[in-house]
């Protein structure tokens, strides 16, 4: 049994959840690709989405892969910061006991 610590990229907030995103965009595929640790120790969810990063379309298909995970309509799903970044934070609006549980079973799935 090991006894290693999970960090995971969200932190639950009154009424949501908020999430630290890696995107790449032009990645082949829309997918969750897990949880990896950056240089400066900073945790996030990478993400891949199809479309490139021109008119909005990679952040909008980040937020629709990112409801269908998590079970929420994406009208919940909004970009905090990092409109033009590659890391991004998102709040997920809805019950965090809810959402939470999806995220962790949706990764240990993968």
């Known amino acids: 049994m090991s006894d290693d610590i999970i ?19 032009r990645g ?4 969750i690709d897990g949880i990896n640790t950056l240089a400066n120790g900073c945790c996030v969810l990478s993400v ?13 298909a980040l ?14 799903v909004r970009i905090e910061s990092g409109h033009t970044s590659r890391l991004k934070k ?3 609006s809805g019950d965090p006991s809810i959402i939470e549980p999806r995220l962790i079973s949706f990764l240990t799935k993968t």
């Open 48 to 60: 891949r989405v199809r479309p490139p990063p021109e008119d909005g379309a990679a952040n909008t």
């Open 63 to 76: 937020i629709k892969l990112l409801a269908k995970t998590t079970g929420i309509p994406a009208s919940a």
């Open 90 to 92: 998102l709040y997920l």
């Open 7 to 25: 960090s995971y990229p969200w932190r639950l907030e009154n009424g949501g959840l908020v999430i630290t995103v890696r995107l790449t965009p």
């Open 28 to 31: 082949g595929r829309e997918a």
